[in-house]
């Protein structure tokens, strides 16, 4: 006869007790279509648990008061739950004999003593090899559990919420330890996991607050997340050879010491997030990817091995106690977030195999005064909010400048755009993003490289000392916001190549008096039924020049028709064609040859193209 719990784990795949179930679903807070699909799923369950009663009951036969669940061989039995729950002392024995037929006990089965409050020990025969999931989950009155070296895997949730155990050693036959197998054991002290245990699931240990240290040995090899998470007491691990997961070890706040072993390739995202105690980890030379030390405001210092080749999003993170960081030659990318709102730090000193920093990498770090950006970055991102920051070199490796790379840097005075800069921020994200320079208010001059193609939303948002500003002919595309709120600025020169520009670009850039627009034939794009890319009081106060020739196609132009005061210019003696040749002065010499021939409708048909 199978067990009836098969068949609720085939409908439900769930490890909770069927009495709980109802509570559970409506506790849970899921959507009206969650609870519809959980009434669908408990009328199958029903379904097949009545027609099942038909035949079967929920155990084959009790004996001495503890019932039994016959197996598929028909020669073994496991332990199940009956009609009354078990208490006292409880003996399992190796065997047990029922209508003239014996059988072995080789397993203790899914939920076979949940809930019994009244249960104080259970003796387990070592010809157990299994103990199934929940098996004593809430068990409180447990204090003692012998597990025998018969036993290969503990089951997921299997001791469960056992407050009352105060330690529990698992022998040297256990490979495997189940999912949440001793979550909220809150009377665990101590744990010794034996030698042959390769797997420890995930929360296997959570929130078991009187442990106050753990020993993993070299045989395990992997270790779910949050394992050992919310552990307070805790205040020393050893950890030798598994992957340290996400989260692990997480909210441990009374941990002090941590040794990790040279076989330690991987500390993954929250691994000791909110461990506060910890002053001092040393992090082994066999570590590549790095992170997981976030929150972790005790920390002073940080030795980055060579061996480190990424550190990972929010890994120091908040470790206010930070006041340098070296990071290694052997680092190629800093994730986003990585070393934020670490407010102590003062020196940072990036090695030059970093291609990537990430969005935030650095932000609100408002004591760090300079930064050196190595020639190895490509990506540059991640220093917004650090406003003790007063000047930028930026490498001419730079190919783009993310968004909000540096936004509220407030006490950045000058910038100077490398011509290797293709992008700064994005032109296609969300609005109300900050982009790469918002916010910079001490910003007084901007250098804008020859080869940017494209200025992002709000890259210059709110940068209110800026009074000038020359858009190369390189630029192609102005983004949405890209230089709202600049209030202070009074003259504004747009290149030749500017095809769109987006809504708000210039909005309550209340002082412009002066707008040249080079752009020559067909005007560039801009909003005019909504929100335009210009004030209304811009179209009144400001003198926009234009091009001669093409005088009247601003003049008729969507949006740009709005400026009270258009003004042709001839801007062939001071510009070039983005090609590095001057303009000519005689109109339709484009190439500057000092002639008006086929060659000039040629020249125009590439600019076109460009």
């Known amino acids: ?155 997921n949730g299997t001791f469960r919420g056992c407050t009352g155990l105060t330690s529990v050693p698992i022998p040297n036959s256990v490979t495997t330890i189940g999912e949440y197998a001793f979550r909220y054991c809150t009377g665990l002290t101590s744990v010794t996991i034996g030698n042959s245990v390769t797997t420890i699931g995930e929360y296997a240990f959570s929130g078991c607050t009187g442990l106050t240290s753990v020993t993993i040995p070299n045989s395990v090899k992997e270790i779910g997340e949050y394992a050992f998470s919310g552990c307070t007491g805790l205040t020393l691990i050893d950890i030798q050879n598994a992957v340290i997961g996400s989260s692990m070890f997480s909210g441990c706040i009374g941990l002090t010491s941590v040794t990790i072993g040279n076989s330690v390739t991987t500390i993954g995202e929250y691994a000791f997030c909110g461990c506060t105690g910890l002053t001092w980890v040393t992090i082994p030379n066999s570590v590549i990817y790095l992170s997981g030390f976030n929150g972790c405001a005790g920390l002073t210092s940080i030795d980055i091995p060579n061996s480190v080749k990424e550190i990972g999003e929010d890994a120091f993170c908040g470790c206010t106690g930070l006041t340098s960081v070296t990071i290694p030659n052997s680092v190629t990318e800093i994730g986003e977030c990585a070393f934020s709102s670490c407010t102590g730090l003062t020196s940072v000193t990036i090695g030059n195999s970093v291609t990537t920093i ?66 700064i921020s994005n032109c296609s994200g969300v609005i109300y993003e900050y982009g790469a320079f918002s916010g910079c208010t001490g910003l007084t001059s901007v250098t804008l490289g020859d080869n940017l193609t494209a200025i992002g939303i709000n890259t210059f948002s709110g940068c209110t000392g800026l009074t000038s500003l020359d858009i190369p002919n390189s630029v192609t595309e102005i983004g949405v916001r890209a230089f709202k709120d600049c209030k202070n600025l009074t003259i504004l020169v747009i290149g030749e190549s500017v095809k769109e520009i987006g809504s708000e670009a210039f909005y309550y850039c209340t002082r412009l008096s002066s707008i040249t627009c ?83 409708i040629n020249e125009v048909i590439n600019i076109v193209i460009k």
């Open 358 to 423: 990430g969005k935030s990498a650095f932000s609100a770090c408002k004591g760090l005064i300079s930064v050196a950006i190595p020639n190895s970055v490509i990506y540059l991102s991640g220093f917004d909010g650090c406003t003790g920051l007063t000047s930028l070199d930026i490498p001419n490796s730079v190919t783009e400048i993310g968004e909000n790379a540096f936004a509220d840097c407030t006490g950045l005075t000058s910038l100077t755009i490398p011509n290797s800069v293709k992008t």
């Open 518 to 600: 080079k752009k020559e034939y067909t005007p560039p794009t801009i909003p005019y039924k909504y929100s335009s890319s210009f004030s209304d009081a811009t179209f009144k106060q400001a003198t926009l020049y234009v091009p001669e020739l093409d005088l009247g196609a601003y003049q008729t132009a969507d949006g740009w028709k709005n400026f009270e005061k258009i003004v042709g210019k001839d801007f062939s003696g001071d510009d070039d064609d983005g090609g590095g040749k001057k303009m000519g002065t005689i109109y339709g010499d484009v190439n500057g040859d000092g002639q008006v021939s086929v060659s000039d």
């Open 1 to 155: 006869m199978k067990e009836q719990q098969t068949i609720r784990d085939k409908v439900f795949n769930i490890t909770c007790h069927p009495r709980d179930l109802l509570l559970n679903m409506w506790n849970n807070k899921k959507s009206t279509t969650m609870k519809n699909k959980y009434l669908t799923r408990l009328f199958v369950l029903l379904v097949v648990l009545i027609a099942n009663s038909l035949t079967t009951m929920a155990y084959d036969f009790v004996v001495d008061g503890i019932y039994y669940n016959k197996n598929a061989d028909s020669t073994t039995v496991k332990v199940t739950y009956g009609s009354k729950y078990y208490s006292g002392d409880v003996v399992i024995p190796s065997t047990v004999t029922y209508s003239g037929t014996t059988y072995s006990v080789t397993t203790i089965g899914t939920w076979a003593f949940c809930e019994c409050s009244g249960l104080t020990s259970v003796t387990i025969p070592n010809s157990v090899t299994t103990i199934g999931n929940s098996a004593f989950s809430d068990c409180t009155g447990l204090t003692s559990v012998t597990i025998p070296n018969s036993v290969t895997s503990i089951g």
